[in-house]
């Protein structure tokens, strides 16, 4: 009786600290433009670190890695090297 109460609250417990840890790292922005992209991401996203490398080593400053939101605003990847809105250094 005692074990089922704890193994209940266990997962109660990891449930909940799932969906809390789910909630801010799943918010994925499709931003209408890179102005508004910018207000959260200075300095664009990339789709992985390889790419966000790429831009750093092509003198751009470095962008954040943020695979979903990169995937949510490819369209704004016009030259499609990985990374959206990348801003000169
Ligand atoms: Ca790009």
């Known amino acids: 009786m005692l074990r089922a109460a704890k193994t209940g609250l266990i997962a109660v417990?990891?449930?909940?600290?799932m969906l809390a840890f789910a909630g801010p790292a799943e918010a994925v922005t499709d931003y209408?433009?890179?102005?508004?992209?910018?207000?959260?991401?200075?300095?664009?996203?990339?789709?992985?670190?390889k790419a966000a490398n790429?831009?750093?080593?092509s003198g751009h400053k470095r962008p954040a890695v943020r695979p979903?939101?990169?995937?949510?605003?490819?369209?704004?990847?016009?030259?499609k090297d990985?990374?959206?809105?990348?801003?000169s250094a």
Do not use: L, P
Not at 68 to 79: F, G, L, P, Q, T
């Open 68 to 79: 979903k939101v990169y995937r949510a605003n490819i369209e704004s990847d016009a030259d």
């Open 13 to 17: 417990v990891m449930t909940v600290s």
């Open 54 to 57: 790429r831009q750093v080593n």
């Open 32 to 49: 209408r433009n890179c102005d508004h992209m910018h207000k959260t991401y200075k300095n664009g996203v990339a789709k992985s670190k």
């Open 82 to 87: 990985g990374t959206a809105c990348e801003v």
